[in-house]
């Protein structure tokens, strides 16, 4: 078939085979080029399949010549549907990595579930033995709670007022303002029950309970901090929250896992374009100016740069891994360099629908949402039949 974007609200309903592997490629292209990691063996990624955590995985293999496991939920394609564009990366992963002799398995489903916890760990204690890294770097709009059942919903609204600022439509450049209203207390409750880190705990424990972490292992998580502007609705809101629970849980789990010689983290990430951010208000303006202010000076970063810096200069540095003073790992110190925020601060001023594309890198924002999902990618032919069904190499 001929595969087309499509897209509904924010998010596009398709994605393209060949574009999402020459994607991946480029990023498993970009690890190779850099210097080795001397880092872990045996990886587990949870959330692996796009953004931030797709890129873990793929330095994990291609920096530092990892196994892997990739927990992700996405689906194959299905009569007319094609698959999700985390399929796709994942399958293009998973084929590279089995041509250069490194063991790589996925499993798909809901990683929320205690299912998919035993069928991960069952597969750690066949086919590795134990993992030394665990990667969480799942985003969610919901969660059904393994033990109650109950199913929860984040939202992503300030806390205790109505907030107002600038938002872009990414696909028109029309520039408006985003009015939210404040979160109740029970949507609080549940967007830190998503994207807290109760899940990412059960994962330690349950993995802990089984012996299927290797002494001295290392556990990361990723936050976002984020300018001014976004503060109301992002960091000082609900998302930021659970972000704090998030950060909460790091320090629980590095005490635990200390006296065996083990470390938990958080890693504070660069805004990037993801499936998950360009769903949150304000922040795609925000990216926008900051994309063409970081290219710039050439500071600009993707996922793969990101994720690069952060194994070989924080996690698997030399020393101990630099934290700030909350104990956070700061990939996200080029993004909040003083001179860069304080000309993003000047350009948000004056940005409107009639500037916007001259001010802000909005094009460069708009292409790479389409390249999350295999489209406007170089060298690839999308007027060619293609076959949407592509088969998943480590699928357990
Ligand atoms: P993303 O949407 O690209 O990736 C999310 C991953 O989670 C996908 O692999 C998806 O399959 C998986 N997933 C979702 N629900 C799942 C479920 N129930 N079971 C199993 N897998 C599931 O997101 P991202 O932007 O890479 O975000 C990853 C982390 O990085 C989040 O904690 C996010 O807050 C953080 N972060 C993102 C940014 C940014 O700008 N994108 C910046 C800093 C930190």
């Known amino acids: 078939m001929i595969i087309q974007p499509k897209t509904r609200g924010f998010i596009c309903t398709t994605a393209h085979p060949e574009g999402c592997a020459k994607q991946v490629e480029r990023q498993i292209k970009y690890v190779k080029e850099q210097k080795g990691i001397s880092g872990p063996r045996n990886v587990l990624v949870i959330g692996a399949s796009t953004g931030y955590g797709l890129a873990s995985r793929i330095v994990s293999a291609f920096g530092a010549g990892a196994a892997t496991i990739g927990v992700y939920f996405d689906k194959p394609a299905e009569g007319a549907r094609t698959a999700s564009a985390g399929w796709y990366n994942s399958a293009a992963f998973e084929a590279s990595a089995q ?12 990683a929320f579930s205690d299912e998919i916890k035993t069928k991960t760990i069952d597969l ?19 969660r059904t709670h393994p033990k109650t059942g109950e199913t929860f919903s984040s939202v992503i609204k300030p806390l205790g007022g109505v907030y107002t600022n600038k938002t ?7 520039v408006s303002q985003a009015t939210i209203e404040p979160a109740t207390e029970d949507e609080l409750r549940q967007t830190i029950a998503v994207m807290g880190g109760e899940d990412w705990e059960m994962w330690i424990d349950a993995m802990e309970q089984a012996g299927v972490l290797a002494e001295g292992a290392t556990t990361v998580a990723y936050s976002y901090i984020g300018p001014e502007i ?12 659970a972000k704090n629970h998030l950060e909460a849980t790091a320090k629980t ?7 065996k010689g083990g470390r938990a983290f958080v890693s504070v990430n660069k805004a990037l374009v993801t499936q998950s951010s360009s769903a949150i ?19 600009h970063e993707g996922c793969i740069e990101q994720m690069y810096r952060l194994f070989s200069e924080r996690l698997y540095g030399e020393g101990s891994a630099p934290v700030d003073e909350k104990g956070l790992i700061r990939v996200d110190d080029w993004e909040m360099k003083p001179d ?23 094009e460069g924002y708009r292409r790479e949402f389409f390249q999350l ?16 069904d592509v088969a998943m190499p480590g699928l357990r």
Do not use: C
């Not at 750690?124 to 919901?142: C, H, T």
């Not at 439509?169 to 029309?174: I, M």
């Not at 295999?374 to 293609?386: I, R, S």
């Open 253 to 259: 789990l590095n005490d635990r896992l200390d006296s």
């Open 124 to 142: 750690i204690k066949s086919e590795l033995g134990q993992v030394d890294l665990v990667v969480y770097s799942v985003a969610s709009p919901r």
């Open 99 to 110: 041509e250069a002799g490194l063991k790589s398995y996925s499993i798909v489903g809901d």
């Open 373 to 388: 999902f295999g489209f406007e990618t170089d060298g690839v032919d999308y007027e060619a039949d293609t076959n949407p």
């Open 230 to 241: 976004t503060h109301a609705v992002y960091r000082e809101g609900t998302i930021g929250a």
């Open 168 to 174: 872009v439509n990414f696909h028109t450049g029309e």
């Open 340 to 362: 860069i925020q304080a000309e993003v601060a000047k350009v948000w001023e004056q940005l409107t629908t009639d500037n916007v594309y001259e001010l802000s890198d909005l």
């Open 281 to 299: 208000p304000v922040v795609p303006l925000y990216i926008s100016a900051l994309y063409k202010i970081m290219k710039e000076k050439g500071l």
